[in-house]
């Protein structure tokens, strides 16, 4: 949903999606958020709680929340990295640890190792590297957040048949750039 990468001061393309942080006193940071961010948040937001699960690690994820969610009304709770599992070499994002009922959770990642040890649970979305600054060219979220309302009309009892379902759309719409 969001992309962060040390300035560089000669390619500063800073924009109404971008926020410049200082990280710490040596590092500045640029945080580049996906076009549709909060439209996807706000849409999404009457229907689902909303769960950041990062694997970075507390301190820095909430720097980049602080500048994302200012009066903290789009997620309800921030996980992080002390919250992944181990699973082969890497930090995976076990939501079954979530103290939730796993048939009415979605991990949305966009890369597919993370949901890895709950693959039905998981919405893979395409990468996104902070260069796209217009919803024309990146609809990911649009696309996400119209599946997400479907998801919710349907009633399903089970959003992991949900996934399934319509995993053709998912793979022709979210997760391919």
């Not at 924009?15 to 640029?30: C, D, T, V």
């Not at 849409?43 to 301190?59: D, G, N, T």
């Not at 890369?111 to 649970?121: R, T």
């Not at 089970?158 to 997760?175: E, F, G, N, V």
């Amino acid at each position: 949903m969001i992309h962060v990468k040390s300035l560089n001061i000669k390619n500063n393309n800073n924009n109404y999606n971008s926020y410049l942080y200082n990280y710490n006193n040596f590092n500045q940071k640029i945080i580049h958020l996906r076009p549709g961010l909060f439209s996807f948040l706000n849409s999404v937001k009457p229907f689902y709680e909303i769960v950041s699960f990062s694997c970075a690690s507390k301190i820095y994820a909430d720097h980049i929340l602080k500048k994302i969610d200012t009066n903290q009304k789009y997620f309800d709770h921030n996980l992080y990295r002390q919250h992944t599992t181990i699973y082969g070499q890497k930090c995976v994002k076990d939501i079954s640890k979530i103290g939730r009922n796993i048939k009415e959770m979605i991990i949305v990642d966009n890369l597919e190792e993370n949901f890895a040890l709950n693959p039905d649970n998981g919405i893979k979305i395409a990468p996104y590297y902070g260069e796209i600054k217009d919803e024309k060219d990146d609809s990911k979220l649009f696309e996400l957040q119209k599946l997400l309302i479907l998801f919710y009309k349907l009633k399903y009892d089970d959003l992991r048949m949900a996934i399934k379902d319509y995993s053709q759309y998912i793979k022709d719409k979210i997760s391919n750039p």
